[in-house]
């Protein structure tokens, strides 16, 4: 079609994960061979890409902030492996070792008269290779910047928060914003400065922090809106939160960045991931919150899985075995 449990320990300051917006989204392709592919895919991102389902009274729009092939694999995935390792597991599920899609879904969730929408995608940086689509999205699904009622901010990596303002100005205008209290308080806190993290939090000072007092505050549990809650999934980064929608007894769960691959992430949940700032917590959260979903046969939308980004995982092997979406919202 055109048209994502708290685990609060070695919260590492020297991780780089901060980073995410550089060489994860905005860096440079490393050869010419890449930057053609990266060219070819951008134009298969024309016209913007959504997908549009139900669940229960919830209409769920996800919509394709961009995607970008992302140099060699295991330099992100799996870094505490062998090179080889990571290569025979992506030849094992048909994909090349030697390249990975890096894709980017932020999701448009109409409940009732409240139209949220859960992370704001790559904004103007991406634009230059073709990312920062959201609003292209947002006028593919019929809506515009001032509909949206709420932002909700996952966790405040640059292709998260990227969105939040255009031209100096608020994107969503209009719009009152929720984010986990932990995360907010990490990146403006002024220790963030002279570490590795201090990147990252001059992408929040500016693109975050203007907004501080229109922002609700979340913790563990918390309510975005009726039938929407807050989960603490650790990790990743100091507050990455996911969210749980629930309508008339049907069920998702926006894992956000849990996982961000959905073969290495899943089948191999323990690996060690670049970006994930605290490792052994990150991994910890992915084997707890895909137990869950896979215990309860949750459909889980991640914002870095393939487009449309939705599906269920089963146990298998060492971790989980992802499942897209097919017809189940549609009957």
């Not at 963030?192 to 929040?204: D, H, L, Y």
Request: hydrophobic fraction near 40%.
């Amino acid at each position: 079609m055109s048209n994502e449990v708290i685990f609060n320990r070695r919260l590492l300051l020297g991780a780089g994960a901060a980073a995410l917006a550089a060489p994860a989204v905005f860096g440079a392709s490393r050869a010419t061979a890449q930057e053609s592919k990266t060219e070819t895919m951008t134009k298969a991102a024309l016209p913007p890409e959504i997908h549009r389902f139900n669940v229960g009274t919830f209409e769920v729009t996800v919509i394709k902030d961009g995607a970008r092939p992302s140099g060699q694999p295991n330099e992100t995935f799996g870094i505490n492996q062998k090179p080889e390792d990571v290569a025979r597991l992506l030849t094992d599920n048909f994909l090349p070792p030697n390249v990975f899609a890096n894709s980017f879904a932020p999701v448009l969730v109409k409940a009732g008269s409240e139209v949220v929408l859960f992370d704001t995608g790559l904004g103007e940086a991406g634009r230059e290779w073709g990312g920062g689509r959201l609003l292209d999205g947002l006028a593919a699904a019929g809506y515009t910047p001032d509909d949206v009622t709420v932002v909700v901010l996952t966790h405040m990596h640059g292709d998260h928060i990227g969105g939040m303002t255009e031209k100096g100005q608020p994107t969503f205008p209009k719009a009152r914003y929720v984010t986990g209290q932990v995360e907010y308080d990490f990146w403006v806190d002024p220790a963030r400065a002279g570490t590795p993290a201090e990147g990252g939090q001059q992408g929040v000072l500016a693109k975050v922090k203007p907004f501080a007092e229109k922002f609700t505050f979340l913790s563990d549990g918390g309510e975005v809106v009726p039938g929407i809650s807050a989960m603490a999934a650790f990790g990743h980064s100091p507050g990455h939160m996911i969210y749980g929608l629930e309508s008339e007894g049907r069920k998702l769960i926006l894992t956000a960045d849990t996982a961000n691959h959905y073969v290495l992430s899943l089948q191999r949940p323990d690996w060690e991931v670049r970006f994930d700032m605290d490792k052994a917590a990150a991994a910890a959260t992915r084997r707890k919150v895909f137990d869950m979903i896979a215990t309860d046969r949750l459909a889980f939308l991640g914002y870095h899985m393939p487009f449309p980004s939705v599906g269920y995982v089963e146990k298998h092997e060492a971790g989980y075995r992802f499942v897209p979406k097919s017809y189940q919202f549609d009957v």
